[in-house]
């Protein structure tokens, strides 16, 4: 196992900067997430870290070693890629143990390792089969296999899990989850999937445009975004944002947005008449029909058993809500919108920082 250190990374690609001055720090065992919507540079700094690609600026460090000039092989790290990238000519067994026999490690230690990490992963009865005899899921299993068996430093996850169907999706993350659980190798893991990064990680790095805009737990994140950014991309359905201004008179806050009292906490950091963006999640709204609260029209009706989505319109703003069980509202129903004040999240409208 071993800690990772990125100082002030930078990539371009020709003129185009990529990854704007990166720096933070994983633990030794800890999980980390890279997430963030495509292009945002993500899967550039892992394979940076790998050394697939060239560093323009600063410095990738592995147990407080400088490995900017070092091969991909002298790493010590092994990385698991979308495309799955086993060899079709070779059996599940020869594919599993390949890098140990690149590096010319003896029968009786391949045969060992390659045993172990079948067991890990329930390959035991696959490994005379060749990759085009196996599903999705027990390719990625075999991919997954032929990284335990180096025993590296640190794990590399580029997306591994984007080519699986939904329902075998989940599977994987409760596995891979699992064998980092079972192993406590170091785990760097990149997604797109905010879903994947919420179930899997133990810390999330929220990447956007080649910066970091917010590094933390899951539960840290999905309770007090940073900014705008990460509130609306963490979290499923997204927040629901309005624009409004801030009012704090007598000790008493609420925001004005679409003829509406929207309610918050007393904010210190903020001022009476500020212009902000005003944030409250699908699942902390409560609906009745008793009149008390903002009024909404039902538009659509989602039911997926557990719970019910609303699609509601208030005044020209339309946002979602999440009910725990089932309701008798139909589209062009008028309910009331109940949220709680320390449910609530407001931002800077003009720099969409978080006000406290």
């Known amino acids: ?22 720096s933070f720090d994983i633990s030794d065992g800890e999980f980390v997430v890279l997430v963030g919507p495509s292009g945002c540079g993500k899967s550039t700094l892992l394979r940076m870290l790998a050394g697939l690609e060239e560093i323009t600026g600063g410095e990738i460090s592995i147990d407080g070693k400088v490995i900017n000039d070092l091969d991909s092989k002298d790493r010590d790290i092994a990385m698991v890629f979308q ?31 390659v045993g172990d990490a079948a067991s890990i992963l329930n390959l035991d009865l696959l490994l005379d ?8 899921g027990q390719r990625q299993r075999v991919a997954m296999g032929r990284a335990i068996v180096r025993d590296p430093k640190v794990f590399l996850f580029d997306e591994p899990l984007s080519n699986l169907d939904a329902k075998l999706r989940v599977a994987m993350r409760a596995e891979i989850k699992a064998l980092h659980q079972r192993l406590k190798t170091t785990t760097v893991y990149v997604t797109h999937d905010q879903i994947e990064a919420m179930t899997m990680a133990d810390r999330i790095v929220v990447m956007h445009d080649g910066i970091i805009e917010q590094i933390g737990t899951p539960l840290e994140l999905f309770d007090r975004p940073g900014n705008l950014f990460v509130a609306q991309f963490i979290g499923s359905p997204a ?12 000790g008493r806050a609420w925001v004005e947005s679409q003829n509406h009292q929207w309610p918050v906490g007393t904010l210190a950091q903020a001022r009476d008449g500020q212009a902000v963006a005003y944030g409250v999640r699908p699942t902390d709204m409560r609906v009745s029909t008793t009149g008390q609260g903002i009024a909404a029209r039902v538009i659509v009706v989602e039911p997926t058993g557990a719970e019910t989505e609303l699609l509601v319109e208030v005044d020209q703003t339309r946002m979602v809500v999440v009910m725990h069980g089932r ?30």
């Open 1 to 22: 196992m071993a800690s990772v250190s990125f100082s002030n990374i930078e990539k371009n690609f020709g003129k185009v900067k990529i990854i704007h001055g990166i």
């Open 327 to 356: 309701t008798d509202a139909q589209p062009d129903d008028l309910v009331y919108l109940e949220i709680s004040a320390e449910k609530s999240h407001v931002f800077d409208e003009t720099s969409g920082l978080r006000l406290d």
């Open 129 to 136: 089969r060749y990759p085009r005899e196996l599903s999705g």
């Open 83 to 113: 495309s799955y990238a086993l060899y079709p000519h070779m059996t599940v067994r020869d594919n599993m143990g390949f890098s140990l026999k690149l590096r010319k490690a003896g029968a009786e230690i391949t045969n060992k390792r």
């Open 239 to 250: 927040m629901n944002v309005l624009k409004g201004t801030l009012r704090q008179v007598d």
